[in-house]
């Protein structure tokens, strides 16, 4: 392997007559002046005899041509497997055309890719191409997971291994990829690693996808029981009213809808901290009362004329409209009475955040469930007073005041676009653009996972330091990671065709992005389950008794139907004539049961020869 051609300090081509080159596999260059330098194939080509060289091209011009020729390939027999190579650090001249190329050695590229040892880093996979330098590893870097190339194959990579302390610097992470390219895959590998190391997390999901008791399949399969979890919105937790604050009630209610500046008035009039929802509640709808019946004087008849029972009520409801209710608008008290009455049907105060703090406390992680409505309400409470538990101890301690203590932890948003959406404006977003410009300093950190980076705050998008970029077709999703990366234009054009799992990873500690393949992962997900083989099963499980009440009436036959109607009645089974002649049809159509018929249509249903016993 040699260089040829015209030469940078960036880049160089690469020829050779014996080896095919990989794409991202790295290379040592034995440059006479400069010594040793590392780069990495970003794009390889394969000419033979049948495809004349002087066709050209992007990186094979006259000058690869009479390099190759002046170096004694013979460019109109051979098969010539070409490189273009881009130098890890800019050399400080051109590259010596004609300086040999080789593969690393293991030490040559040990620092250069592992950032960490497996022990103190996140294990998320293995860098592609690496297999020739994996042989040289030392032992910690091997037998360390499988990955899933068709079927389950043990490691024969470098491990890719996120180091974990560097976010100290280098904080948030984003996950990106289109439908099906292994998104949702690598996030579950990325938590189970975060398990491992018992880093307290908050994880919201939307999809109920997110359990990690099941084990997968393989040897390295495990279930993560003790390490997790899962609490609903208003069955588990919840937000208690009574711990509310003003700023608390204002996020909470624009939640379900902005708020206008009357109506933020509104809130400031009658919210009094402390007290309860039904406080609350009787406050916003007494003045509604009021209003609605024509203010003070017209209510004031109406008491006269009421049942001594309602007097008292209405009395009060009186007080308090002219306590607070006289100068407000009553459109607005009306949409805060709609907003409070909608948060209450989700249940959101039925419970309060007290299980959440005390996991985090022990190191686990937590997975908050419900619907997207419900969790974009939550997690504007939920996500405000997590990161004030933090910031509140740290700023604390900093002033040597006796304290709580509140760990450091992780935000993970799956569909994170609904939460911080791109160009809207909603009370979680502004609680996560906080933490990804400030959370740094207080050790919280984001993840953040979308199949549509486009949609996502542009703020965000350039806090998250560290990028997983998934198979992604989309041109917009595109054109918004490479603004967002280091990605070349050559591996921007190969994300669309990636396999599933295959991913680049951007890291600003590392300073390059690396080509990877996710691990395959130690726990299953409940949505496991191919679509198609649920349809088979169901039907299987839908016959299951009436199948197994029918096997002492084997064979059935026309003849014999009200004998077994009789029969299965007895054992609790009632079903019609036309019914039991339907179901043995399709199960006949399934294969649970065999079905014969005789010249004289007269059909015979018998059990397969290996149910009969």
């Known amino acids: 392997m040699q260089v040829v051609g015209i030469t940078t300090q960036q880049e160089v081509t690469i020829g050779s007559k014996d080896r095919n080159f990989r794409i991202n596999e790295l290379l040592i260059i034995e440059d006479e002046k400069m010594g040793n330098l590392l780069a990495e194939v970003v794009e390889t080509k394969t000419f033979n005899r049948f495809i004349p060289l002087d066709i050209g091209g992007d990186f094979v011009d006259a000058g690869v041509l009479d390099s190759l020729k002046a170096m004694g390939y013979d460019v109109d027999d051979e098969t010539i497997y070409i490189a273009k190579a881009r130098l890890f650090q800019e050399a400080t001249y051109p590259v010596l055309t004609g300086s040999m190329a080789r593969p690393p050695h293991f030490k040559e590229v040990e620092d250069v890719l592992l950032a960490t040892v497996p022990d103190r880093g996140l294990t998320l996979g293995s860098i592609r191409n690496t297999d020739d330098i994996y042989s040289q590893a030392t032992d910690d870097f091997k037998d360390l997971f499988q990955t899933l190339e068709g079927s389950l194959q043990d490691q024969k990579d470098l491990p890719y291994i996120l180091d974990i302390r560097a976010m100290h610097q280098y904080p948030h992470i984003g996950i990106f990829g289109g439908s099906g390219s292994g998104k949702s895959f690598g996030l579950r590998v990325l938590l189970e690693e975060m398990m491992k190391k018992q880093l307290p997390t908050v994880v919201l999901d939307p999809h109920y996808e997110m359990d990690f008791k099941d084990p997968a399949g393989g040897k390295y399969a495990k279930s993560y029981q003790d390490q997790f979890v899962k609490l609903q919105i208003g069955e588990d937790v919840g937000i208690k009213f009574e711990q509310l604050s003003i700023g608390d009630i204002s996020h909470l209610l624009g939640a379900v809808s902005p708020l206008t500046d009357s109506m933020k008035n509104v809130v400031a009039t009658i919210f009094r901290k402390g007290n309860n929802l039904v406080t609350f509640l009787e406050r916003v709808n007494g003045i509604v009362e009021v209003g609605d019946k024509g203010g003070e004087k017209k209510y004031s008849a109406e008491i006269q004329y009421a049942a001594p029972d309602q007097q008292k009520l209405m009395e009060r409801k009186l007080k308090i409209f002219n306590e607070m209710g006289q100068n407000l608008p009553l459109e607005s008290v009306r949409g805060i009475a709609w907003r409070t009455a909608n948060l209450e049907r989700e249940g959101l105060f039925n419970k309060d955040i007290l299980p959440v703090s005390q996991n985090l406390i022990q190191g686990k ?3 908050i469930q419900g619907s997207m409505r419900t969790l974009q309400m939550f997690s504007t409470y939920l996500v405000r007073t997590l990161y004030n ?20 932890f992780f935000i993970v948003n799956d569909e994170a676009h609904n939460f911080a959406p791109k160009g809207l404006e909603s009370p979680t977003k502004s609680a996560l653009k906080e933490i990804a410009q400030e959370g740094r300093k207080y050790g919280v ?14 703020t965000i998008t350039a806090q998250l330091n560290t990028k997983f970029i998934f198979r992604t077709v989309r041109a917009s999703d595109i054109d918004t990671i490479r603004e967002e990366t280091d990605l070349t234009g050559e591996e921007a054009h190969r994300l669309p065709y990636l396999r599933t799992g295959d991913v680049f990873i951007s890291a600003s500690q590392m300073g390059r992005t690396t080509f990877a393949r996710v691990r395959a992962a130690e726990t299953t997900s409940p949505h496991s389950e191919n679509p198609f083989d649920e349809l088979v099963n169901q039907k299987k499980e839908k016959f299951s008794d009436l199948l197994r009440e029918l096997k002492p009436y084997f064979p059935v036959k026309d003849s014999n139907f009200i004998t077994v109607i009789t029969g299965l009645s007895k054992a609790g089974i009632e079903i019609s004539y036309g019914d039991l002649k339907e179901s043995l049809k399709q199960m006949a159509q399934e294969g649970l049961v065999d079905k014969k018929e005789d010249f004289l249509s007269n059909v015979e249903y018998t059990l397969p020869k290996e149910d009969e016993k």
């Open 445 to 458: 950190f984001l993840v953040m996972a979308t199949q549509r980076p486009t949609l996502l705050d542009e």
């Open 389 to 408: 538990k933090r910031r509140t101890y740290r700023d604390e301690k900093l002033r040597g005041i006796p304290t709580t203590y509140f760990p450091p």
């Open 365 to 367: 992680l937590v997975v």
